[in-house]
């Protein structure tokens, strides 16, 4: 994204947090995707404060929840919010909403702690990635409307489904744990899993028609 | 194994990734295959976005006392280490996908590449790690790789050209699994060269006639 449309994006929220108008762009990005506008442009220390009070205990209990020591998971943390910051001027609403961002920054920094190299996650939105030309995917209102599905979707499972997802994302331990647990064999739980992952993206497509 | 077991490996191989538990060599070929593949792009796309759901749903948990404040501190002192190796590509090979830039050497010098047999040559790739091995093969047009079983599951990429085995043609962008123990024998098509990224958990083990001989002089 250029900085232009940084610049729109941010004018208009400023102008709609003086008359209570918002254009559709602005409507369509959440509190934290305009707070990490924010931080990106004008370095705001006390925006970043609030996004650090928001995500960072909801990021340590993801991490815990997926298999992390409680010092792993707090240092997972800080490294992503460190990165966070850091990177903030690179983040791009138009690919990512704010928690799917710092998701993906979480899930590198947990990589590289496995890992002695660190290596950044590609940018799956930049046409350089693509062999071939893809669909144009780099859309606000598109992006927003995805991310707003999923989180209805999940909103409605049945609370043994939304277990399933949410083990999608366990550590290879936690996996190996639940196949003991259970009795069933390592690769009955993964399928299980990709299962329900399959059921989800059904829902999605449905609701999508 | 059949092009259905295959396709849900395949989903296995991108929920790996997306909760980041693959080792280097299959984190970077399902790169690959997403660059070539608009379908697992979009699949990876909604994993991530399923990712940062669930962060979002998650009941909050305080960290320890001062963790901002110790995090401003770090953040005024210290030294930004974090590199963008995709902004820093040092293999400027276009004939390879994004994603192998930085691993493989180039492959239109015939320097990189080590005669195997008749049509087939490879290349290894090391990703400084002791998980299997990885390579790329070059199959001339109508050659073929000898039939050969694995002591573990391979996972390979067509990067250009295609084959066909036992179980299935493959082209450009398309995954094949073998899961250990299963004998295969993929023929380049006929129409141009097949180049392929190969990695293997366990060493291969040839299992034609010529091939049982040779592995008895391995050993």
Avoid at chain 2, 11 to 25: H, M, Q, V, W
Avoid at chain 2, 102 to 114: G, R, T, V
Avoid at chain 2, 157 to 163: D, E, I, K, P, T
Avoid at chain 2, 169 to 177: E, H, L, R, V, W
Wanted: proline content about 5%; charged content about 25%.
């Amino acid at each position: 994204m250029n900085f232009r449309v940084v610049e729109e994006l941010i004018s208009s929220l400023d102008m709609s947090m003086g008359s209570g108008f918002s254009n559709d762009n602005q409507n369509s990005l959440s509190e934290w995707d305009t707070c990490l506008l924010k931080i990106g442009k004008y370095r705001d220390k006390s925006a970043f404060k609030s996004l650090y009070e928001h995500f960072s205990p909801r990021l340590k209990s993801f991490l815990l929840r997926i298999g992390s020591d409680e010092s792993a998971a707090e240092e997972i943390c800080q490294e992503t919010m460190i990165m966070v910051w850091r990177r903030a001027e690179t983040y791009n609403p138009e690919s990512a909403g704010a928690s799917t961002w710092i998701f993906t920054i979480a899930r590198n920094k947990r990589i590289d702690k496995l890992r002695k190299d660190s290596r950044p996650l590609p940018n799956f939105n930049d046409p350089l990635f693509y062999q071939k030309p893809i669909d144009k995917s780099d859309d606000i209102l598109q992006r927003t409307e995805e991310e707003k599905k999923i989180k209805n979707v999940l909103k409605n499972l049945p609370p043994e489904q939304a277990k399933l997802i949410l083990s999608a994302y366990y550590d290879d331990k936690s996996h190996r744990k639940i196949a003991e647990e259970t009795n069933l064999p390592l690769g009955t739980v993964k399928s299980r899993i990709r299962l329900a992952i399959n059921r989800l993206r059904t829902q999605l497509e449905d609701f999508e028609g | 194994m059949n092009k259905q077991n295959t396709l849900t490996l395949v989903e296995s191989l991108l929920i790996d990734y997306a909760n980041g538990t693959l080792p280097l060599a299959l984190e970077v070929l399902v790169e690959t295959h997403i660059s070539m593949n608009p379908a697992s792009a979009k699949s990876i796309r909604m994993l991530l976005q399923l990712g940062g759901a669930l962060l979002e749903n998650s009941e909050p948990i305080s960290l320890s006392e001062g963790s901002f404040e110790k995090l401003m501190a770090e953040i005024d002192s210290g030294v930004d280490k974090d590199q963008e190796i995709y902004t820093n590509v040092v293999n400027d090979n276009n004939l390879l996908p994004l994603p192998l830039r930085n691993y493989a050497q180039d492959i239109s010098s015939p320097k990189n590449w080590k005669r195997i047999g008749i049509g087939l040559s490879e290349q290894a790739i090391n990703f400084g790690d002791n998980f299997g091995s990885t390579k790329l093969y070059k199959i001339a047009p109508g050659y073929s790789v000898p039939s050969h079983s694995h002591d573990g599951n391979e996972v390979t990429l067509v990067l250009s050209g295609g084959f066909t085995d036992e179980y299935g043609t493959y082209g450009p962008g398309d995954i094949s699994i073998q899961e250990t123990g299963a004998v295969h024998k993929p023929v380049a098509d006929e129409d141009g060269e097949c180049i392929v990224l190969a990695v293997n958990e366990g060493p291969i083990v040839l299992t034609g006639p010529v091939g049982r001989l040779l592995n008895m002089l391995i050993k």
